[in-house]
C-alpha cells in the first residue's frame, strides 16, 4: 500500500506543481483570449468614457495600439481607481488608465500609459517595450 500511495503522490505532483504556478498573468491572459481588460478612470481628455460604454482619448487609442500589439483588442471597466485596484489584485482587470496617481498594489509603466500590479511584471515590461518603440 506504501508503494502504491508514493506511485500515486509521484504521478500528482506534477499537477499540483502547475496549480500552484501562475499560469494566469495578465499577459499571457490577453495573448490567449484575446482580451485585455482596461480599467478606466474617467479623465478628460486623456480618458473620456462614452454613453455607448466606448472610450475615447488619447490614453484609450494608446492602450488600444498596444492591446493590437499583442494580439488583443481592448475591453472597457469604468471606474475609481481604488475599486479598479482592487480589480487588479482579483485578476479582473489587467491595465488602468486615466489615473493622475497610483494606488497600493500598482507600478506605473513607462511613459505612463498604464498602471499595472506590482505582481505583473511580464506585463509591464511589455508595455514599456511597446512604448519605447513608439517613440
Known amino acids: 500500500m506504501g508503494r ?6 509521484l504521478l500528482l505532483l506534477p ?5 500552484c504556478s501562475d499560469p494566469g498573468s495578465a499577459l499571457s491572459r490577453a495573448e490567449s483570449t484575446g482580451v485585455l481588460t482596461v480599467g ?7 480618458t473620456v468614457a462614452e454613453e455607448s460604454g466606448e472610450v475615447s ?3 484609450a487609442e494608446r492602450i488600444s495600439s498596444y492591446a493590437d500589439s499583442i494580439g488583443a483588442h481592448p475591453t472597457w471597466q469604468v471606474g475609481k481607481l481604488d475599486a479598479l485596484a482592487d480589480a487588479v489584485g482579483r485578476g479582473e482587470v489587467d491595465v ?12 506605473a ?7 499595472v ?7 509591464k515590461e511589455s508595455i514599456d517595450a511597446w512604448s519605447t518603440d513608439q517613440e
Do not use: K, Q, Y
Open 4 to 9: 502504491v500511495r508514493r506511485l500515486l503522490g
Open 40 to 46: 478606466v478612470v474617467e479623465n478628460p481628455p486623456g
Open 117 to 123: 500590479g506590482e505582481e505583473e511584471t511580464p506585463l
Open 57 to 59: 482619448g488619447p490614453d
Open 15 to 19: 499537477l499540483l506543481l502547475v496549480g
Open 109 to 115: 509603466t513607462s511613459g505612463s500609459v498604464a498602471l
Open 96 to 107: 488602468i488608465i486615466g489615473a493622475d496617481e497610483s494606488a497600493d498594489g500598482l507600478v
